[in-house]
Each structure stands twice: as structure tokens, then as C-alpha cells.
């Protein structure tokens, strides 16, 4: 976040600067209060480009194999021009490459459910699933499944059929 607010005053630096130069080359044309207003307008256009553009830069970072699975828009007051067009500041994803098969019953796979929010760190809950079933568990505080499907210290949940984290890991290649 600090590097967040020291790019937009760069930008509004940039933009005051610009002008400066326009108000040098112009004579008198602008008027002495377009500069302060060029460095607001910098420092307001980076923030809105900064976050309409965080989740495709972070989702950009990622292997194409994790199943980027939900990305809620939001809207606030004191971003007014998420209004207009809601913008995303948190996503959940599954990391396919990073999930565990069991050898005894296919059915039964291990993965780690990532967590993304801007500007805080990223969460990885371990997670079983039971693809036959139609079933899962967060393995949280020492819970483990076993490779038969002994599953200790969580229990399962059943889940809906078109539930998005459940089909991503059940997801067959």
C-alpha cells in the first residue's frame, strides 16, 4: 500500500510537471491553479487505473493452471466511480498443479483453496475433497486425510453439485 500512495504522488508530480512545462511554453494561458489541479487529477487517474487493473496484473502472475474461481465486485462510497463500474479487490482460486490424488481411491484429492485480497496476504486453506460424494473438508489445525479416505480432526461437508470449488478440483486432466 505505501507503494501504492508514492506512485500517485509520482503521477500527480508527473502530471503538475506537464503542466508546469505547458504554463512555461504557453505564457500565461493556463491558469496559476492548473497545476495543483494537474497533480490531483494524476494522483486520481493512477488510484482508479491502479485498481481496475489489480486483479488482471495478480491473475496474470499466476500458472494458467489455477482455476481462478470467484472475484466479487464491490462498490464503495468513497470510491465513487465504482458506481459505474464495480470493481474486484479480492478473488478465490484452487491450485490445480499443487493438488494430491490418492493412490488407494481416485475419488479422494488434497489441494490448497488460495484466498487473494488486495493489500493483505494471501491464504491458503488446505482443503479434502470427496469427488464421488460430492463432499469436502477444510484441513485446518491438524486435520489430515488419509490415503483411504480416513478423514481426522475435520468433517466433511456436503456441497451443491454446481458448486465452483468442487467442480475445479474434481475436474478431471
Known amino acids: 500500500m505505501t507503494l501504492d500512495v508514492i506512485a500517485a504522488f509520482c503521477a500527480g508530480a508527473a502530471l503538475a510537471g506537464f503542466v508546469m512545462i505547458l504554463r512555461r511554453f504557453t505564457g500565461t494561458l493556463l491558469p496559476r491553479w492548473s497545476i495543483p489541479a494537474a497533480a490531483g487529477l494524476g494522483m486520481l487517474l493512477f488510484t482508479v487505473w491502479n485498481e481496475y487493473s489489480w486483479f488482471s496484473r495478480v491473475t496474470g502472475q499466476l500458472s494458467p493452471e489455477v482455476a481462478v474461481l470467484s472475484a466479487p465486485t464491490e462498490s464503495m462510497p468513497w470510491r465513487p466511480w465504482t458506481y459505474l463500474v464495480p470493481v474486484s479487490f479480492r478473488f478465490m482460486a484452487l491450485d490445480v498443479p499443487g493438488m494430491v490424488w490418492s493412490e488407494q481411491n481416485p475419488a479422494l484429492r488434497r489441494g490448497d483453496a488460495l484466498l487473494v485480497q488486495r493489500w493483505k496476504p494471501?491464504?491458503?486453506?488446505?482443503?479434502?475433497?470427496d469427488c464421488d460424494q460430492g463432499r469436502r473438508a477444510d484441513l485446518l489445525a491438524g486435520a489430515t486425510?488419509?490415503?483411504?479416505?480416513t478423514l481426522s480432526g475435520?468433517?466433511?461437508?456436503?456441497?451443491?453439485?454446481?458448486?465452483?470449488?468442487q467442480r475445479a478440483a474434481c475436474r478431471e486432466g
Not at 494471501?122 to 475433497?129: K, S, V
Open 154 to 165: 475435520a468433517r466433511w461437508q456436503e456441497v451443491a453439485p454446481d458448486d465452483q470449488l
Open 122 to 129: 494471501t491464504l491458503r486453506i488446505p482443503m479434502a475433497f
Open 145 to 149: 486425510l488419509a490415503p483411504d479416505g
